[in-house]
């Protein structure tokens, strides 16, 4: 597996269609990890109702 090097909008446009904004969590934390690990965060990052 290579480090992933490219366009990180491809995995935070994936976060917008769960409503999860950049400000949110910006996937530009994550340069360096390979695609398949950028992948399976997108694919398990959820919103969590904030509890008071």
Known sequence: MYD???DMSYY??????????KEMFDMD???GLTARE??????NVNLKEKTA
């Open 4 to 6: 992933f090097d490219g």
């Open 12 to 21: 935070q446009e994936q976060l917008a269609e769960k409503g999860i904004t």
């Open 29 to 31: 934390n994550f340069i």
């Open 38 to 43: 950028l992948q399976n965060i997108v694919d």
